[in-house]
């Protein structure tokens, strides 16, 4: 980790030193600070793709900017070579890009999604010409909405209440107890044991809620270390000294892995897309978990083995699940997935707040501002592990 912080303040501080006058020793400090103080420091061009740009917007960005391009749909109006080359910055998804040659003066990108895998598998983020660049996601906009759906789903599968509503929607009747489990059904989030697989922004807001229900968290990470958050959050949201979990568990370590899954009635899946955590809930795994406990995926759907999950549902050696992500997107019609009592599914759109914009460019704007100054940007991207 140490080492982490130590890449990220360097690269802050090297991009930070092509923009700024340096104070030299001696007698001519002062005039040296007086010069720096007055220098220039914006970036030359910011380049904004793919996302909406209103004026307040623009007035967040142009204080750090000498100049900005917006293209709102560059996979319908590509983006010029002209305005690649003179990008110092990027706001939004860069769309076309694949090579140095096309950005020889970039410094920074600014994504407006919270996950980098759609970008880093690019080959150019692993050549030596990405040394050079700064990346950060807008990883802490989606804390909010997708961890109230985390808690709207599970207590919708406790309650069997996409059951009920089927009765009343479709079948337009007054449901009976036995349909749904008979008189008395419905489970209780409090005293429940939340395994939070992946505790970043939104692994951490999912467990204030669930804490603030009455249940037990556990968290698993890769070292299954307690750590303290980090990057962009709302006050008053997340974990921010790493608190709340009762246990820490390791990922790596199978028998940790296997203790942190057997002891989860609810499972929440907030992980990205990586080579580690490909089918990380495989058919071993998934036998690890109690037949009573529910499965949430909100991260990536190739962390789950689909074929693994329906044999578990098959089998009822799981109770069910809820499905924001699948492996395959968009799910194909017909697909046995689909039609279950105990699913819930949804098509991706679990975070599709409408403050998410909002969030994008405050978190843009503050990460211009901490390069500037030489500052640690929020939610680096590290290139080698993909996000």
């Known amino acids: 980790m140490s080492s982490f912080i130590h890449s990220v303040r360097s690269a ?5 030193g092509a923009w700024r006058t340096q104070p030299e020793s001696g007698s001519a400090l002062s005039s040296q600070l007086m010069v720096s103080s007055s220098k220039d420091t914006r ?3 910011i380049l904004v793709l793919n996302v909406p740009f209103p004026d307040a917007h623009r007035a967040l960005l142009d204080k750090h900017a000498k100049s900005i ?3 709102p749909n560059p996979r319908e109006t590509p983006v010029p070579d002209a305005e690649y080359r003179k990008a110092t910055a990027i706001y939004g998804s860069p769309v076309g890009l694949k090579r140095w040659e096309q950005v020889p003066n970039l410094k920074f990108v600014q994504l407006d999604s919270a996950g980098a895998d759609g970008v880093v598998r690019e080959k150019m983020w692993h050549e030596e010409g990405a040394e050079r660049v700064v990346m950060a996601t807008v990883a802490g906009v989606h804390m909010a909405p997708i961890s109230q759906y985390f808690i709207m789903t599970t207590l919708a599968l406790f309650h069997h209440l996409q059951e009920q509503i089927l009765v009343s929607q479709v079948d337009k009747r007054w449901g009976k107890d036995a349909e749904f489990g008979g008189r008395l059904f419905v489970q209780e989030l409090k005293d429940k044991i939340v395994g939070v697989l992946g505790y970043g922004h939104i692994g951490r807001e ?9 249940a037990k968290v ?26 709340i979990p009762e246990g820490w568990f390791s990922t790596k370590d199978e028998t940790s892995f296997r203790e942190f899954l057997s002891k989860s009635d609810v499972l929440l899946l907030a992980l990205p897309s990586t080579g580690a955590t490909h089918h990380i809930l495989s058919s071993t795994t998934l036998s690890h978990l109690p037949a009573h406990a529910i499965v949430v995926n909100i991260g990536r759907g190739d962390v789950i ?83």
């Open 43 to 45: 970036f030359e061009h």
């Open 218 to 243: 556990l968290a698993a990470t890769s070292d299954g270390q307690k750590k303290p958050q980090a990057g962009y959050v709302e006050e008053g949201m997340g974990d921010p000294d790493g608190s």
């Open 305 to 387: 083995d689909t074929q693994a999950l329906l044999k578990a549902l098959d089998d009822k050696k799981l109770a069910g699940a809820a499905l924001d992500v699948v492996e395959e997107e968009p799910l194909p019609d017909g697909h046995p997935l689909f039609g279950r009592k105990n699913v819930l599914l949804t098509p991706h759109l679990s975070g599709r707040t409408t403050m998410y914009f909002e969030r994008g460019i405050q978190i843009c704007a503050e990460n211009l501002r901490r390069l500037r100054e030489g500052e640690e940007v929020w939610n680096q991207v590290d290139f080698k592990r993909g996000y």
């Open 206 to 214: 999912c467990a204030r809620l669930s804490a603030a229900f009455g």
């Open 12 to 16: 802050a501080q090297t991009l930070a």
């Open 69 to 71: 391009t917006h293209i």
